[in-house]
Every structure is written in C-alpha cells, then in structure tokens.
C-alpha cells in the first residue's frame, strides 16, 4: 500500500509507505519478524530501524552533526571507526583519555608530535625506546644540553665533543674521562 502524504489520516500506520509527490518517503512495516520503521530522502540518504533494534544511518551527501550543549556516548560493546580519508580533530579545551587496558598504534608511515608546551611521559614499569633497520638511529637534541638523574649503561660506543660528570665516569680500556671536580 502506497498512500501520498495527503492521503495519510491518524492511526492509519500499519505496513504503510507514505511517499510525497518528489520521491520521500516513509516506510512503517508491521510484518511478523520482519518489522522495520524507515525515512528516506529521494537522493538515498536514509535511517532505518531493524527488528532487532539496529539503527542504520545512510548518507549520500555530507553529513553534519551538531551539539549545543553537553554530548555523551555509551557503547556498550566493540566500536570500529574506519575513515577511508584524512580525518582532523581539534579540542578548543583539555582532553583527557583513561584506557582501562592495553593501547597499541601502528602506524604505517611517519609519525610527528609538537608539544607548544612542557611534555612529560612517564611510567611505573620499564621504558624501551628502539629503533630497527640497517641505519637507524635515535637522535635526541636540545638547545640548552641533556640532563638524566639516575646512572647511564651504554652497552655500545659513546662518541661525544663532550661528556660532563658531577661524580664520575667509569669506562673500560681505551676511554679517558674527566669530571668538572674529578680529574
């Protein structure tokens, strides 16, 4: 049954389209097993409830969504987010994330961080920082030198212009070191 908007009167819903005269319309099906309740536009974009409870949301155009106020969501189950394009987000404020497990990144190109402030990261376990391939290498730079409060074990060669000690410097054969109050 097919009836045109004007055509709809009160409590005349079941398994009925109502379609307006451009190409909308508005499904509600009653079918045992099968029911379903959709609104769509006649360029395609849809939303649809499934008998079962999915809501399934079609966009053939840009999509827009926008909160006056507060916004929370819960899901309670897996969430999967894929963006088969660049995707940008900016926080006019904190942000904050808590993971309750393990978070893992895998990146398949570069990856570059700016902090305009102060940058802190820290852990209650081990830190392991690695770098693999033929030539890779760990740089670090600063303009005003490198501090660390605790001991350094290289297990490799240290080569510097200068290295500057506190207390001291104890090396196997071959190295001499030089302390600001040891000599």
Request: include cysteine; hydrophobic fraction near 30%; charge should be negative.
């Amino acid at each position: 049954k097919q009836k045109t908007a004007y055509e709809i009167v009160d409590c005349d819903w079941s398994s009925d389209v109502c379609s307006s005269d451009l190409g909308h319309f508005q499904e509600f099906d009653d079918t045992p097993g099968a029911e379903r309740i959709r609104t769509q536009h006649r360029a395609g974009t849809f939303t649809e409830w499934q008998p079962d409870g999915t809501e399934v949301h079609r966009i053939v155009g840009k999509g827009y969504r926008i909160v006056a106020q507060d916004d929370n969501v819960i899901i309670k189950g897996t969430c999967y987010i894929s963006i088969e394009g660049n995707a940008e987000v900016t926080i006019k404020g904190d942000a904050k994330t808590n993971i309750q497990g393990n978070k893992l990144e895998v990146i398949e190109g570069s990856y570059g961080l700016v902090v305009k402030g102060d940058y802190t990261f820290s852990s209650t376990g081990n830190m392991t920082m690695n770098a693999y391939g033929a030539s890779s290498r760990i740089y670090a730079q600063s303009t005003t030198g490198m501090s660390l409060n605790t001991d350094l074990q290289v297990d490799g060669q240290v080569l510097a212009a200068s290295i500057t000690s506190k207390n001291e410097v104890t090396a196997g054969t071959g190295m001499h070191a030089r302390s600001e109050e040891h000599t």
